[in-house]
C-alpha cells in the first residue's frame, strides 16, 4: 500500500471513530474545587503561556496529523488557515512521506506558505537521521520539531517497524543536532514518568505526553489489518489525565493532548501542570463537518471560554491554574494511589502550607482565643 493511501486511511478511520466515541474519558474523574470568592477580573486575565523557550500567546495547539497525499494538503492547508485566524500554533503530520518522496513537498508546505508569522512544528519519527531531521525543519521554516513515539501503533500496523530499541539514541542525536526545540510526542497512548525523565536526560526540550481518551490508533491500525486481530490493544496506554498526574515534577515541561474535548479539559490539564494543550481529532472533525470558519469559530470559542473559566477560577495565568484545588476521582484516584500522588495535596493547594483555608481560620482563632 502506498504512503499517500495509508494517510487518506488514516483520516478516514480517526474520523469514523469520533463519530462511534462514546464522549466519556478519565478527565471526567477530575474535578475543581469550587470557591465561591476565588473569582477576579476578567481584563486581569491573560491566556499566555511559555516552555522550553517557547512563547505562544495561547496555550492551545493544533497538534500533528497529516499531510503526504493530495487530500491530507488540502486538509493542511485549511488547518494552516485556521491557526493563522484564530493564532494558535499547528504541527505538521509526520513527514517521513517527504522524507521519502520529495514529490509530495508541497503537501506540507502549506502549512508556512498558509501561516507565514504563526508557530508551526514540523513531526518526524525517532529513526529519523540527524540530516533528514534538518531537512524537515528547513521545509517549513519549523519553530520546534516534534518527534513522535508510537510504538503501540507500529505493533499492530501491518507495514510497522519492530525496531525500537535505537530510538532513545537516535532522539539524543536529533535532539543535540538542530537548533531548534525538540518536543517528544506519543500519538495517544501516554509517556510515563520513566520515559519524561529518560528524555530528559536525552536533551529533549518539553513532553507531549498525548494520552489515551481520543484518537486511539491501535484500533486504526487494527482496522487497516485484514484479520483485525489485535482488537485486544484498544484502548492501551494512560490517559492523559493520569500522565499529568504522573510527570508532576519531573523537571520537564509537559504539553498535554490525547482526548481533549472542551475548554474545562483545556482547563483541567492546565491545572494539572500542562504548559499547554493539543487537540487533533476533535479539531479534524469539526473542520470536515463545517470547513475553516467552523473551526475558526470553535478555536476562538474555546480561547473565551478558556479565559472566562480562569476569571471564575481566579487564575490570572494558565500557570496560575496550578493553584487551584482539584479532586481527583474514581480510577484515577486508584492509579494516584498506585503512582504515589498524593491527591490530598492537590485537594488542598490552594494554601500555601496544603492545609484547608478552614484550618488557617481555626488556626487564627486558636491564636486570637476567639471562637466561632
Ligand atoms: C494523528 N496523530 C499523529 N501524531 C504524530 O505525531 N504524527 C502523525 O503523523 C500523526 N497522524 C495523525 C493523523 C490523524 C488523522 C490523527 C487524528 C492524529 C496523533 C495526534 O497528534 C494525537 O497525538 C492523537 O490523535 C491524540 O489526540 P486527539 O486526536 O485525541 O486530540
Given at each position: 500500500m502506498s504512503s499517500a493511501q495509508r494517510k487518506d486511511?488514516?483520516?478516514?478511520?480517526?474520523m469514523e471513530q469520533h463519530r462511534a466515541h462514546s464522549g466519556l474519558n478519565q478527565f471526567d474523574e477530575v474535578s475543581f474545587v469550587h470557591h465561591a470568592l476565588a473569582g477576579i477580573d476578567r481584563p486581569d486575565v491573560s491566556l499566555a503561556t511559555s516552555f522550553g523557550g517557547i512563547q505562544w500567546q495561547a496555550p492551545l495547539y493544533i497538534n500533528a496529523m497529516t499531510g503526504g497525499s493530495a487530500k491530507t494538503?488540502?486538509?493542511n492547508r485549511d488547518l494552516a488557515t485556521a491557526a493563522r485566524e484564530s493564532g494558535v500554533a499547528i504541527a505538521s503530520g509526520s513527514m517521513n512521506a517527504y522524507l521519502k518522496d520529495p514529490s509530495c513537498a508541497d503537501t506540507f508546505r502549506v502549512l508556512r506558505t498558509h501561516n507565514p508569522d504563526g508557530f508551526v512544528m514540523a513531526n518526524i519519527n525517532a529513526t529519523t537521521s540527524v540530516d533528514n531531521a534538518l531537512r524537515a525543519v528547513d521545509l517549513l521554516r519549523a519553530d520546534a520539531l516534534q518527534i513522535h513515539v508510537n510504538t503501540a501503533q507500529e505493533?499492530?500496523?501491518?507495514?510497522?517497524?519492530?525496531?525500537?530499541a535505537a530510538w532513545a539514541g537516535q532522539i539524543e542525536k536529533?535532539?543535540?543536532?538542530?537548533d531548534v526545540p525538540v518536543i517528544v510526542k506519543e500519538v495517544g497512548n501516554g509517556l510515563s514518568r520513566q520515559s519524561v525523565l529518560l528524555l530528559k536526560d536525552l536533551g529533549v526540550r518539553v513532553a507531549d505526553l498525548a494520552g489515551r481518551g481520543g484518537t486511539d490508533f491501535a484500533r486504526i491500525e487494527n482496522g487497516r489489518r485484514e484479520l483485525a486481530d489485535y482488537a485486544y490493544l484498544h484502548g492501551w496506554g494512560q490517559s492523559t489525565a493520569a500522565c499529568l498526574l504522573d510527570c508532576r515534577g519531573a523537571g520537564l515541561p509537559v504539553l498535554a493532548s490525547g482526548g481533549v474535548r472542551h475548554p474545562l479539559d483545556v482547563a483541567r490539564s492546565l491545572a494539572l501542570g500542562a504548559r499547554a494543550v493539543g487537540v487533533s481529532g476533535g479539531f479534524l472533525r469539526t473542520l470536515m463537518d463545517g470547513g475553516v470558519a467552523a473551526l475558526v469559530t470553535q478555536i476562538t470559542t474555546?480561547?473565551?471560554?478558556l479565559a472566562a473559566l480562569q476569571t471564575m477560577l481566579g487564575a490570572r495565568t494558565p500557570a496560575d491554574l496550578t493553584r487551584c484545588d482539584l479532586l481527583i476521582h474514581g480510577s484515577l484516584r486508584d492509579f494516584c494511589a498506585d503512582r504515589g500522588v498524593d491527591t490530598g495535596r492537590l485537594a488542598r493547594r490552594?494554601?500555601?502550607n496544603g492545609s484547608t483555608a478552614t484550618d488557617s481560620i481555626d488556626a487564627l482563632h486558636e491564636m486570637t482565643g476567639?471562637?466561632?
Amino acid at each position: 500500500m502506498s504512503s499517500a493511501q495509508r494517510k487518506d486511511d488514516h483520516v478516514r478511520l480517526a474520523m469514523e471513530q469520533h463519530r462511534a466515541h462514546s464522549g466519556l474519558n478519565q478527565f471526567d474523574e477530575v474535578s475543581f474545587v469550587h470557591h465561591a470568592l476565588a473569582g477576579i477580573d476578567r481584563p486581569d486575565v491573560s491566556l499566555a503561556t511559555s516552555f522550553g523557550g517557547i512563547q505562544w500567546q495561547a496555550p492551545l495547539y493544533i497538534n500533528a496529523m497529516t499531510g503526504g497525499s493530495a487530500k491530507t494538503g488540502a486538509i493542511n492547508r485549511d488547518l494552516a488557515t485556521a491557526a493563522r485566524e484564530s493564532g494558535v500554533a499547528i504541527a505538521s503530520g509526520s513527514m517521513n512521506a517527504y522524507l521519502k518522496d520529495p514529490s509530495c513537498a508541497d503537501t506540507f508546505r502549506v502549512l508556512r506558505t498558509h501561516n507565514p508569522d504563526g508557530f508551526v512544528m514540523a513531526n518526524i519519527n525517532a529513526t529519523t537521521s540527524v540530516d533528514n531531521a534538518l531537512r524537515a525543519v528547513d521545509l517549513l521554516r519549523a519553530d520546534a520539531l516534534q518527534i513522535h513515539v508510537n510504538t503501540a501503533q507500529e505493533t499492530p500496523m501491518p507495514e510497522g517497524d519492530r525496531s525500537f530499541a535505537a530510538w532513545a539514541g537516535q532522539i539524543e542525536k536529533i535532539a543535540a543536532g538542530v537548533d531548534v526545540p525538540v518536543i517528544v510526542k506519543e500519538v495517544g497512548n501516554g509517556l510515563s514518568r520513566q520515559s519524561v525523565l529518560l528524555l530528559k536526560d536525552l536533551g529533549v526540550r518539553v513532553a507531549d505526553l498525548a494520552g489515551r481518551g481520543g484518537t486511539d490508533f491501535a484500533r486504526i491500525e487494527n482496522g487497516r489489518r485484514e484479520l483485525a486481530d489485535y482488537a485486544y490493544l484498544h484502548g492501551w496506554g494512560q490517559s492523559t489525565a493520569a500522565c499529568l498526574l504522573d510527570c508532576r515534577g519531573a523537571g520537564l515541561p509537559v504539553l498535554a493532548s490525547g482526548g481533549v474535548r472542551h475548554p474545562l479539559d483545556v482547563a483541567r490539564s492546565l491545572a494539572l501542570g500542562a504548559r499547554a494543550v493539543g487537540v487533533s481529532g476533535g479539531f479534524l472533525r469539526t473542520l470536515m463537518d463545517g470547513g475553516v470558519a467552523a473551526l475558526v469559530t470553535q478555536i476562538t470559542t474555546w480561547l473565551d471560554q478558556l479565559a472566562a473559566l480562569q476569571t471564575m477560577l481566579g487564575a490570572r495565568t494558565p500557570a496560575d491554574l496550578t493553584r487551584c484545588d482539584l479532586l481527583i476521582h474514581g480510577s484515577l484516584r486508584d492509579f494516584c494511589a498506585d503512582r504515589g500522588v498524593d491527591t490530598g495535596r492537590l485537594a488542598r493547594r490552594s494554601t500555601a502550607n496544603g492545609s484547608t483555608a478552614t484550618d488557617s481560620i481555626d488556626a487564627l482563632h486558636e491564636m486570637t482565643g476567639s471562637t466561632r
